[in-house]
């Protein structure tokens, strides 16, 4: 099958009709699951889901960490990019259903799965995947990240009937905030950069690693910056300018590859001039949890353990 000259649509429809010829198809999620379906509203629409499905493929990192922490199995997941922390997905066990931005349709419609799961990377291709089966987006909007977050873990709740696990892992994460917030207010200003290949990229309030100032409660030292998934361009110039007390520092090419790691490229003498390189307040956060997952009950747990340990 040559897929490239077929296209999604093509793939996908011929599966469909292998499934069927087998007696699979892409049935009704009731009927598959044997259960109890519940309406989900969720950014993209409003989907049918069985309550406890038992075959699920999830797109996003922060939701498959949810979903193992609740003790919750899945079918298939990306394995191109996995974080270390959600290694054990890496085994045979788990169907590799592709990359976050390339899913392999093929294999997610020989799963037949209930329920597919994803959230920003896939939502342009949710039509098709939901041609497969039930989809739902289960993204975190940055804008309102922790009720987004919040939302999405309740969503999980309903879905496998766990509102009470929920409740209580939400209620822990509301305590570590609330501790964060309190030592926040110590602090005179700060700066959450994005370094890719030596560049680098600034983000404030309101984006897409804005919870720093917007949920935890450090002041920005630019409230300005263009709200943006890649964030503002930025010069090391900028730092010296800005100086921030504290500089969060997310790596992406330690994340996917490359050859310029941040500490190498803010190894400099501009950088040297800032008062978070001269008080030991540049802080190289995780990138597995803050670019490749987020948004789910183990990173967010993470994250704030950082930003906590940077203020102690």
């Keep these: ?100 931005k390339e899913p392999d349709f093929e294999k997610i419609a020989e799963i037949n799965p209930d329920l597919i799961i994803i959230s920003g990377r896939q939502q342009d291709l949710y039509e098709e995947l939901n041609d497969i089966s039930s989809t739902i987006f289960l993204g975190v909007d940055t804008t309102r990240y922790m009720a987004s977050f919040k939302e999405n873990m309740k969503t999980l709740g309903k879905i496998y009937e766990q509102e009470n696990f929920i409740k209580e892992e939400l209620a822990k994460v509301e305590d570590s905030i609330k501790d964060i917030q309190d030592k926040a207010e110590q602090v005179e200003n700060s700066l959450v950069v994005l370094s890719n290949e030596g560049s680098l990229s600034a983000y404030g309030p309101e984006s897409r690693f804005g919870l720093i100032h917007d949920v935890f409660g450090l002041p920005a030292v630019a409230k300005d910056l263009k709200v943006s998934t890649h964030g503002q361009s930025i010069s090391f110039e900028f730092l010296v300018e800005k100086d921030p007390q504290h500089l969060y520092v997310i790596d992406r090419t330690a994340a996917i590859g490359g050859d310029v790691l941040a500490e190498e490229a803010l190894d400099n003498k501009l950088v040297r001039k800032t008062r978070a390189y001269q008080n030991d307040h540049i802080t190289y956060l995780d990138p597995n949890y803050w670019y490749l997952s987020g948004g789910g009950l183990v990173s967010v747990s993470e994250m704030i353990s950082e930003i906590e340990s940077s203020l102690e």
Aim: hydrophobic residues 35%.
């Design 1 to 100: 099958m040559n897929i490239k000259k077929m296209g999604i649509a093509g793939v996908v429809f011929i599966s469909l009709l292998v499934l069927g010829a087998c007696g699979g198809g892409n049935s009704d999620s009731s009927q598959t699951s044997g259960g109890e379906t519940i309406t989900i509203e969720h950014q993209l629409g409003k989907t049918d889901v069985p309550k406890n499905p038992e075959k699920v493929v999830v797109f996003d990192y922060g939701i498959l960490d949810s979903l193992d922490k609740m003790g919750v199995e899945v079918a298939g997941v990306p394995k191109a990019s996995l974080p270390p922390y959600l290694s054990k997905f890496e085994s045979d066990e788990y169907e590799n259903i592709g990359s976050l």
